[in-house]
């Protein structure tokens, strides 16, 4: 069976012939954890440089079948994406802004030396298998289908000289549960020590596994101080916020009608998030003016202890929107806010959950139906 067409490319779709029986379906979307569990299909597409794109299909999930010398084990050429399907409350199932996630995806590829993926296909991919697995889709409350699209290089070879000649699109999905059972909490951060996330020029604004990688150290470092996240800073001065281990920060001024949120500048350095974008359009709807800039670790600590700043968050499409509580350095410690999640975030983070599941308007046309 084959679907329709985009970009020249044409789907081959090839269900599986032992999907999950329904009622073990059911237990595992009972408590599916986070990346844990995974649809019955996936989708692939592959890319040489004498072909283009060919052989896309959907077909069952299962194992990829590579040489140990391909060059994404040795090189990292790599890139991902990471979005999510949500069952709506009237019943339909949406994703949140895909052709962000789609020209992002594009961006890294770039970035990265790898070819780029029409932005039609990257969504039909995604259509496709929320479609041929929408039975996955979870129903209970802040449960969604997590969407991972990936590119790997396949080229077999152990040459350093230029990039892969041949690679592998690929999407999967996992059921998610609500990121904290019982509510968001705050978290805890500790400010990087002796590491960086990334430099001008390098690769901190495209979503490549090799950021992740070189991360776990100062995520290491945080688990070691009783943090759960590591907050990362600048590669030169080494004194100016930029992101958490995996999300965005914004910190909020004032509070009641006066309250204002700021976030980070992209620099280059930093990953342009989903949720952080959405979140700058979203806030001003809300009467809470929204800016991009810079903060220092000396002027979040001030604030902090002025009562300037009033709540601190961090975003993400996994975790939507947490509270950070608490930060510990080597220079010191200090709380936000009582510690306790602050109403300007709660807020936020209610308004954009009510328009991804379908409880509140959706204004910006950011909903993206699929079935």
Known sequence: MTAGATGGIRFAIRPSAEPVPGRRRAQLLAQPGFG?????????????????????????????????ASQVFHYGQEIFEGLKAYRQASGPVVTFRPGVNAARFNRSAARMAMPQLPEDTFLEAIELLVTQDRDW?????????????????????????????EYLFAVIASPAGAYFSGG?????????????????GGTGAAKTGGNYAGGFVGQLQALDHGCDQVVWLDAAEHQWVEELGGMNLFFVFGSGDQAR??????????????????????????????????????DWRQGCASGAITEVFACGTAAVITPVGEVKSVSGDWKIGGGQPGPI???????????????????????????
């Open 36 to 68: 844990q569990v995974f649809t019955d299909h996936m989708v692939t597409i592959s890319w040489s440089a004498g072909r283009g794109w060919h052989d896309a299909q959907l077909g069952p999930y299962g194992l990829l079948h590579m040489d140990p």
């Open 137 to 165: 889709v979870p129903a209970a409350e802040e449960h969604s289908l997590y969407i991972r699209p990936f590119m790997i290089a396949t080229h077999v070879g152990l040459g350093v000289s230029r990039p892969s000649p």
């Open 184 to 200: 968001p909490r705050p978290v805890s951060v500790w400010l990087a020590d002796g590491y960086i996330r990334a430099a001008p």
């Open 261 to 298: 949120i700021m976030t980070p500048s992209l620099t280059g350095t930093l990953l342009a998030g989903v949720t952080r974008d959405s979140l700058l359009t979203l806030a001003p709807d809300l009467g809470i003016p929204a800016i991009e800039g810079a903060i220092s670790v000396a």
């Open 345 to 371: 975030t709660m807020r936020l983070r209610e308004h954009l959950l009510g328009i991804q599941f379908g409880q509140l308007p959706d204004p910006h046309g950011w909903i993206h139906k699929i079935c």
